[in-house]
């Protein structure tokens, strides 16, 4: 599945911003989707993954509350809606596909190796 990332910009501290990831094939649905981010310097990390059918979602507690993850499989798109930046959200940020099974209760995708497939990325700077 190929992924392609949109929505990325510059943004005041405290604004919102949307990102969108769409997806190729028609089996978008089979596959958990998942966000990451990787500001300058630092280690790619997780920020949110949501399950098939978008009924559970789970966050970085970074982010807890202030991003919400959501999909649409009818569109084939994961989005990442993201309120009160601040600057310390400044990265580039990754959508990824991961074909995993996980068990009920148990941890889902969180690290790079869980996830299949990434999209190029788009970058978000918030300013102070």
């Known amino acids: 599945v190929q992924l392609q990332a949109s929505g990325g910009g510059l943004v005041q501290a405290g604004g919102s911003l949307r990102l969108s990831c769409g997806a190729s094939?028609?089996?978008?649905?089979?596959?958990?989707m998942g966000w990451f981010r990787q500001a300058p310097g630092k280690e790619r990390e997780f920020v949110a993954y949501?399950?098939?059918?978008?009924?559970?979602?789970y966050y970085a507690d970074s982010v807890k509350g202030r991003i919400t993850i959501s999909r649409d499989n009818a569109k084939n798109t994961v989005y990442l809606q993201m309120n009160s930046l601040k600057p310390e959200d400044t990265a580039v940020y990754y959508c990824?596909?991961?074909?995993?099974?996980?068990?009920?209760?148990?941890?889902?995708?969180?690290?790079?190796?869980?996830?299949?497939?990434w999209g190029q990325g788009t970058l978000v700077t918030v300013s102070s």
């Open positions: 949501i399950t098939r059918s978008g009924g559970n979602a």
């Open positions: 094939g028609r089996t978008f649905s089979s596959y958990i």
């Open positions: 990824a596909a991961s074909a995993k099974i996980y068990l009920p209760g148990s941890q889902g995708p969180k690290t790079l190796n869980d996830y299949n497939y």
